[in-house]
């Protein structure tokens, strides 16, 4: 490959960027940008995500997160809503930054440029794909440890608990390091389709909701012209009395001599003078307020956008989860679900066709929250990351 394809090929990717400078790379910035999102977003889900994985298990006599969550305050507190937490927060940063990553550089790599207008949602559909395929890699075992985590019933500090480092030694002692890893097959199946789902919809409602915001904003300013008329109409009897003094007064100085007449016309020079600078300062803050009306509209958009890609991500692939989850709680030899198409069938069979969508309710509220964190945090850091 020639050398100047092999430089175009590394900018693009984010290998290098101005190079023989401080500057990092597009890939290096979504690693960042995606670690410290996934942290945020984590923070926002995590008392959802453990009642959705108690409300999946086998043998759970609740059908509702409220029940789950009623009977976990009984026995464990409001501190059991959050435990594992400090295992999540550093390997969804992990895991965040690796799609956030893998994302950017397919999508670079199928346009030809680092302009993120120039996405279309074939490309961010395919590149999120390719993203969801990546990180399978990291969630999987990062997710089988989180649940039998979570599924835990003493809290730290009490007899029988198992830390985050003490799982993994206990997983990999007792299944060998192909045990973290339990589920892959059927998390590949659900994380590749829902991730390509997830950037596509996150795209289409960017696009929709700006073009939106655009149409209204001639609306909204209207309202706000018409709301400080409204109010300046209240000061209308003073304003009129200020006038038809400045009249009588302007009528009563008439007959006054050359050198008021001079003086006076030098110091409406300089009103005038301190009118036009008044008036600059004006201009220059409502240009002020504009910008920060725009950016807290975009951040808005992305807010919204980024919560419904999650919660429909997530509800297009749920059954998939649902079994996953059930694989994952238990190592193989005292699992009684030795395959996906087993575990399915076998919870079905027991609990009804019910079972798959039991804790969906949770689950898309938890994805909307985590994944409106994350992207609204995510371009807000990128962003930022940029204008350095």
């Known amino acids: 490959m020639e050398p100047a394809k092999v430089a175009q090929t590394a900018e693009l990717i984010g290998v290098e960027d101005n190079v023989g400078t401080w500057s990092i790379g597009h890939a290096t910035k979504d690693f960042l940008a995606g670690a410290a999102s996934g942290m945020v977003g984590i923070a926002a889900g995590q008392p959802l995500d453990t009642l959705r994985v108690r409300l999946q298990q086998r043998g759970c006599q609740q059908n509702s997160v409220s029940g789950v969550w009623k009977d976990m305050a009984r026995a464990e507190g409001v ?111 659900r994380d590749t389709p829902s991730y390509g789902l997830y950037f596509l919809t996150y795209h289409w409602m960017v696009a929709g909701l700006s073009y939106a915001v655009k149409e209204l904003q001639p609306a909204l300013s209207l309202s706000r012209e018409a709301l400080a008329a409204a109010a300046a109409a209240h000061h209308q009897p003073a304003a009129a009395f200020a006038d038809s003094w400045d009249s009588s007064s302007s009528s009563s100085s008439s007959s006054s001599s050359w ?83 087993q575990c399915a069938a076998s919870s079905m069979r027991e609990e009804g066709r019910g079972v798959l969508a039991k804790g969906l309710g949770a689950t898309m509220g938890r994805g909307f929250i985590v994944n409106a964190a994350i992207f609204a945090s995510f371009e807000t850091l990128s962003k930022a990351m940029a204008a350095a």
């Open 259 to 341: 050198e008021g007449s001079s003086v006076g016309s030098s110091e409406h020079n300089s009103s005038s003078s301190t009118s036009d600078g008044a008036e600059a300062a004006q201009q220059l803050q409502q240009q002020q307020q504009q910008q920060q009306q725009d950016g807290a509209s975009q951040l808005l958009v992305q807010f919204i956008a980024g919560g419904v890609a999650g919660a429909l991500a997530w509800a297009s692939v749920y059954p998939l989860d649902v079994v996953k989850s059930r694989m994952q709680s238990q190592p193989r030899h005292l699992s009684p679900y030795h395959s996906a198409w």
């Open 79 to 189: 501190r059991g809503l959050f435990r594992g937490m400090s295992y999540p927060i550093y390997t969804t940063a992990l895991q965040n930054a690796v799609t956030f990553q893998a994302q950017g550089v397919a999508s670079r790599l199928l346009t030809g440029s680092s302009d993120k207008s120039a996405v279309s949602w074939q490309v961010s559909c395919i590149a999120g794909m390719f993203a969801g395929a990546v990180q399978t890699c990291i969630s999987c075992p990062v997710e089988l440890l989180k649940i039998r985590l979570q599924l835990q019933q003493a809290l730290p500090g009490m007899a029988g608990y198992v830390g985050p480092w003490g799982m993994l030694r206990r997983v990999v002692a007792q299944e060998g390091v192909l045990g973290l890893f339990r589920g892959f097959a059927v998390t590949l199946a």
